[in-house]
C-alpha cells in the first residue's frame, strides 16, 4: 500500500501557547489572559491561541490517514523548538515534505517515521535558515502519527498492535494509568479526578512563587494538605489511593536559590501533608541548562535518598529529546522521566523512550501537553498501551474531564479489540 496524496491545513490545539518565560518573570493575570510583554521569541502576546497543523494521507485504496502536528503550550521554553506557527509552516510542508510523502510504501512503520527524522532540510524559520535542518519536532510528531495510522490501516490492525508487532511488545488488554491536569482549577478539577478514580493526581500548575507556592512554600503545603483531606473525604471506595504528581515549573529552586540540599529538605517535608499518599514532585529546579538540569536533578535525587525520603523528583524541563532521556536515565537523575510526547517529534522515539527507561530502572511517564488535540491523544494512547508507561496523561485541554473521556475510551476499544482478536 502507498500513499497517494497529501494534504496540510490549519487547525486548533485544545488549549492556548504560554511564555514560560514571562510567567515566571512575573506576568500579571488579566481575566484569562497575561499582561505584560512576552520574552521568548516568536511570541507577540503571553498567552495566544494554539495552532496545529492537520495533515491527511489518502492511500491508494481510497482510505485516509490523519495526523495532527501539535506543539507544546510551552514553546520555545526549556530547550525546546519555537512557537509553531502553521501559516509559515504550510507553504514550507507543500515544498518540501509532500514529495517525500506521496509515493511512500507502507510496509513498515518504523522505516517509514524514519525518513521522515532523517530528513535534513534548511528552515526559513530557523536561526540558520541556510543550514539544514531536522524537521520541527511538531511537524514530525503530526506526519508520523498519520504514518501510523496508514500503516494500521494497510495492515488491517489498529495502531496499538502495530506498534506491539514492529517492537515484539506483548499484547496486554488491561489499561495504563491515567494522570489527570487540574490547570489553574486545582480546587474543582481535583474534586473531579478524585470522583472519577484517576490513578494520579492533580499536576496543578504550580508555576509561580508568590501566587502558588509561597515565599517559604507555605502554600503548597497547604494545597497539599487539602489534597489528601479531600480524597479520603471524596473517594468512592476505601481502596481508592492514587498518587499525587505536583509539577512546580523550578519554583521550589527559586526560592532556595537552586541549592539541592535545601531543596531536597523541603521536598522531602511534603511526605507528611501529602501523607497517606506517595508524592512526586515534577521539575523542582529549572537551571536553564540541560547539564546543569541533569547534574541539578541528581544532586536532589541523591539528597533525597540521604534522607531516606519516599518523595520521588519527575524531569520535565530540558529533558526533550530521546538522547535527552537517555542521558538523564543514565545520569540516575531522578525516578521519573516525563516523555513529552510533543517534544520528541517522531512516534517511533515515543516508544523507545519509554522502553529505555524501563530497561534503565526509571519510571516513564508518558506525558504531553493541554496544547494538543483528541486525534494527538488517541495516537499517544495506541504507543502507551504496548509500550506500558507507568503513567499517562489524560490529554488534550485544561478542563479534565474531555481529555480523561478521550484517553479512558480509546483504552477501553483498544482492551476490547485486544480480547476479540482473541477469540477468533
Known amino acids: 500500500m502507498k500513499i497517494k496524496r497529501v494534504s496540510f491545513k490549519e487547525g486548533a490545539s485544545a488549549f492556548f501557547f504560554d511564555d514560560q518565560r514571562a510567567i515566571k518573570a512575573g506576568a500579571g493575570h488579566d481575566g484569562f489572559t497575561y499582561t505584560g510583554k512576552p520574552i521568548t521569541p516568536g511570541f507577540i502576546r503571553v498567552r495566544q491561541p494554539g495552532k496545529v497543523i492537520c495533515v491527511a494521507l489518502e492511500l491508494e485504496n481510497g482510505r485516509f490517514a490523519y495526523g495532527d502536528c501539535a506543539a507544546v503550550q510551552y514553546s520555545g521554553a526549556g530547550g525546546r523548538d519555537p512557537l ?175 541549592d539541592p540540599v535545601k531543596v531536597a529538605d523541603y521536598v522531602a517535608s511534603l511526605e507528611k501533608d501529602a501523607s497517606p499518599f506517595n508524592l512526586y514532585i515534577e521539575g523542582p529546579v529549572d537551571l536553564e541548562h540541560r547539564e546543569r538540569q541533569m547534574e541539578g536533578l541528581a544532586a536532589i535525587t541523591r539528597q533525597l535518598q540521604k534522607l531516606g525520603s519516599p518523595v520521588k523528583i519527575v524531569a520535565d524541563e530540558w529533558c526533550n529529546t530521546l538522547q535527552d532521556i537517555k542521558d538523564f536515565a543514565d545520569a540516575k537523575s531522578c525516578h521519573m522521566i516525563q516523555i513529552k510526547t510533543p517534544d520528541l517529534g517522531g512516534l517511533q522515539d515515543i516508544v523507545d523512550a519509554v522502553l529505555y527507561c524501563k530497561k534503565a530502572g526509571v519510571e516513564a511517564y508518558q506525558g504531553g501537553t493541554c496544547n494538543e488535540t483528541d486525534l494527538s491523544a488517541r495516537a499517544c494512547v495506541h504507543l502507551a498501551m504496548a509500550s506500558r508507561p507507568e503513567r499517562m496523561l489524560a490529554k488534550p485541554g485544561m478542563g479534565f474531564d474531555e481529555g480523561f473521556c478521550i484517553v479512558t475510551n480509546e483504552m477501553a476499544r483498544i482492551c476490547s479489540t485486544f480480547e476479540l482478536r482473541t477469540i477468533r
Open 84 to 258: 509553531l506557527d502553521p501559516e509559515k509552516y504550510i507553504p514550507f510542508l507543500e515544498k518540501h515534505v509532500r514529495p517525500v510523502l506521496e509515493g511512500m510504501e507502507l510496509d513498515s512503520f518504523r522505516r517509514c517515521a524514519r525518513v521522515i527524522d532523517d530528513l535534513r532540510i534548511p528552515d526559513p524559520l530557523s536561526e540558520h535558515p541556510d543550514q539544514p535542518k531536522i524537521l520541527h519536532t511538531a511537524l514530525r510528531y503530526g506526519i508520523t502519527q498519520a504514518l501510523l495510522y496508514a500503516r494500521a490501516e494497510a495492515a488491517g490492525r489498529i495502531p496499538a498492535e502495530i506498534v506491539a508487532q514492529e517492537w515484539n511488545l506483548p499484547i496486554i488488554a488491561q489499561p495504563v494509568p491515567v494522570f489527570g491536569q487540574t490547570g489553574d482549577d486545582r480546587y474543582s478539577n481535583a474534586d473531579k479526578m478524585i470522583l472519577k478514580g484517576v490513578d494520579a493526581l492533580p499536576h496543578g500548575l504550580i508555576n509561580n512563587v508568590d501566587e502558588k507556592l509561597g515565599r517559604q512554600g507555605e502554600k503548597l503545603r497547604e494545597y497539599l494538605r487539602w489534597l489528601s483531606r479531600r480524597i479520603l473525604d471524596l473517594r468512592m471506595n476505601e481502596t481508592y489511593r492514587p498518587s499525587l504528581h505536583v509539577d512546580v515549573y523550578g519554583t521550589i529552586g527559586q526560592i532556595f536559590n537552586n
